[in-house]
């Protein structure tokens, strides 16, 4: 199984990034994806996560309303749409997936499967 993480780079605050994450090696209609992110000296945290469906979505509380995951399914690939980008948004930020209940999607614990990372940095 691969994940292929794309779309960091540099931006400026209140910029708009997407990145995508290509699968390969699964049946990816059947797993759950989700983004998460790690910053200098931080731990990773969670981002956002996405059923196999679609149908239902999760987001970290710093992240509502700016940032947008979809998935499409026919491409084997997984978007995360970030939008009003702030400085703290800057981190490395991963995709990961696995088979995993709704109520458990923001586990990193619950991912098998995790991508190399693609960074993002947001200047002020």
């Known amino acids: 199984v691969q994940l292929q993480a794309s779309g960091g780079g540099l931006v400026q605050a209140g910029g708009s990034l997407r990145l995508s994450c290509a699968a390969s090696g699964l049946t990816f209609s059947s797993y759950e994806m989700g983004w998460f992110r790690q910053a200098p000296g931080k731990e990773r945290e969670f981002v956002s996560a996405i059923t196999r469906s679609g149908l239902s979505t999760n987001y970290a509380d710093s992240v509502e309303g700016r940032f947008t995951i979809s998935r499409d399914n026919a491409k084997n690939t997984a978007y995360l749409q970030m939008n009003s980008l702030k400085p703290e948004d800057t981190a490395v930020y991963y995709c990961?997936?696995?088979?995993?209940?709704?109520?458990?999607?923001?586990?990193?614990?619950?991912?098998?499967?995790w991508g190399q990372g693609t960074q993002v940095t947001v200047s002020s």
């Open positions: 990961a997936t696995g088979r995993i209940s709704t109520r458990r999607l923001r586990s990193p614990d619950e991912y098998i499967y």
